[in-house]
Each structure stands twice: as C-alpha cells, then as structure tokens.
C-alpha cells in the first residue's frame, strides 16, 4: 500500500486496511477500535459521530447531497440507539456554485432535521478556486443522546438472527442510473432516509437490540462480514430470503454487480434475540419505509468469522468482504 487509491473509500477490505494501517496505528485507543458507526461516550450516555458527502451528481431521485449529510450522520447515531440531538455543518463549496442550487440543498437538510428532532448548532464554510473541489462537498458531525444502552457489533451471539429493514441497494443502483443516464423507465430511487423513527419505535416497544448498523458503503456484504469478525462468529444468510426489488436485480444481472454489495442510506441490518424477532417485524412493518422487513439469517458457529450464503438448491458459498471500488463517490 503505496498510494491511496478509489478503492480504499469502498467500505470494503481496502477501505479497512487503510483505517486499521495508517488511521488506527495512530489513533488507536479503546473507543476507536469498537468499530461502531458512532463513538459511545460519557459513561454510555452520548453517541457522537462525523461523516462527509462527496457524492456525484449532486441531486439524484430520492434525494440529494443535503438530504444525504443529515440523514447520514443521523442514521449512524441512531444505529447506536440514540436520538439526534445537535450537529455540525462544514461546506466547501466551488466558485460559480449556484445559490439556486446551494438553497435547494439546505431546505433538504431543514427537512431531514426535522424528521429527527435535531438542530445545526455550529458550521463552517469554505469557498476554494472554480477546479479545486467538484462543486460542492458536506461535512456533517452529530451528538446523541443514547436511549437503550449496550448496543454494539462486538456482541452478537448464536442467540440472535438478522433481520434487514427493507429491500436492498437502491441506493447504489439508483446513483450508477443517474451518473450513466439510463432511462430505467422504473419507479427506481434512492432509499436514503432517516430511520430514528424506526429505531425508536423499537426501543419504545421495550424491544431489547444486541446490535444495528445502517449498510452503507459495501452494502449489507460489508456489515455481515464486519459483524462476523467482531464478534467471532458465522453468519449464514438464506440468499432467497433476501429482499431485492426487480429494478436493482436488473442493474446487477445486467452490469454484474453482487446485491449485497450495492450501497445503501436508509437501510438497516439489525441483530436480534431470536424471541424477539416478531415483535421486532411486527414493528418495523408499520412503516412504509421498512415495510418489508425480514429474517435473512442466523448466527452460529459453523465457519467464525465468516458469512455464509445458503442457496435455495441446498449449495452455499462464502460471502466474502467486497473489494475494489464499484462506485466512486456513492455518498
């Protein structure tokens, strides 16, 4: 490892090694190497985290940059089981941006901010030479106050099975359309969206969650395969039981891009107490944007640390750590 290249923003194997290498081998002390999508601070009571937004074209369906920086750093603090409470906002923005467009982001993080109840309290802006950023990029850091304590991927036992939130990688099928001017003809877009109101659902149902992680870059394959490694433990996925819609499954026969791979925004993988796993879908399913909800696998420790696919035919294969960049600057 020489030089940083696209692949190592893929939320996959590169992506790690470049973290565990360079960043950890600096960095490194007991918070940091939980892994969790948001630092779990203050005796356990905030979650605090940061992200930021590269992603191209700026505006896409189902979205756009502004709405994905709010929900991005939102949905990590709630994977931690808190609510959103306060946020940063840092922008740097090209010369010759359009105010038209600049406003049009800004009332699409007004909008998300208040789905979760939370509030910019502080930011910073930079203006750089017309060629030194490609228009606009976002930067958004969130303090939350954790509701349900104990949550984290380092726990997860042969007691819990998996459940997804819904349908998985519009997001990245929905972006790869727009970049490449496919006229899908399809109600195809993006799944970014809050999901504190799905959490806190959950926990107000007195629902007890051993551990969530929104399934960003790399997919629900980058989750699993970190969850497995975390927890040694083997994960074994009924690949029929996956939801896929019809135009993600298109893109990916057509391109030859895995589903569980594809990036997402408002999609969830959560680990569970077996007993509790009705109660959870019987819960999620109450709301449009998980509706579809399900049980993909279990936990055991057949192969640890590694996932499993078990195909409908009786077959299985490893579901290996993604590698390689699908999709530059997908969030």
């Known amino acids: 490892m020489k030089t940083v290249t696209l692949a190592h923003g893929n939320g996959g194997a590169e992506n790690q090694e470049l973290i565990s290498k360079v960043f950890y081998k600096a960095f490194k002390n007991e918070i940091l190497t939980k892994s969790e999508d948001a630092a779990v601070i203050e005796d356990g009571n905030l979650a605090f985290t940061t992200d930021s937004f590269t992603v191209s074209p700026l505006f896409f369906n189902g979205a756009d940059i502004g709405k994905l920086s709010i929900c991005g750093t939102c949905n990590d603090l709630a994977m931690m089981g808190a609510k959103p409470k306060y946020l940063t906002c840092s922008v740097i923005i090209e010369e010759g941006f359009e105010i038209k467009s600049l406003e049009k982001i800004v009332k699409s993080m007004k909008n998300e901010l208040e789905i979760n109840g939370a509030i910019i309290v502080s930011g910073d802006t930079k203006v750089v030479p017309k060629g030194s950023v490609d228009k606009i990029f976002i930067n958004t850091t969130g303090i939350g106050q954790i509701l349900q304590k104990g949550i984290s991927s380092n726990l997860i036992s042969s007691e819990d099975i998996i459940i997804v939130s819904r349908d998985i990688g519009c997001h990245g099928a929905t972006i790869f359309a727009a970049r490449e001017g496919m006229d899908m003809n399809s109600d195809l877009k993006s799944d970014c969206a809050s999901l504190y109101p799905q959490i806190k659902a959950l926990i107000e149902a007195g629902i007890k969650i051993t551990a969530l992680r929104d399934a960003t870059r ?69 709301f449009e944007n998980s509706n579809n909800a399900c049980i993909i696998g279990e936990v055991t420790q057949q192969y640890p640390k590694k996932v499993v696919l078990n195909s409908a035919w009786g077959t299985k294969r490893f579901l290996e750590l993604p590698t390689g960049e699908l999709l530059p600057r997908i969030c």
């Open 218 to 286: 790399g997919g629900v394959s980058a989750v699993l395969n970190e969850w497995a490694n975390q927890s040694d433990i083997c994960i074994e996925v009924q690949e029929d039981k996956i939801p896929i819609s019809d135009e993600v499954k298109g893109i990916c026969e057509l391109l030859g891009f895995e589903p569980m791979s594809l990036a997402n925004e408002g999609t969830f993988v959560m680990a569970i107490k077996k007993e509790e796993a009705l109660k959870a879908l019987e819960v999620l399913q109450k």
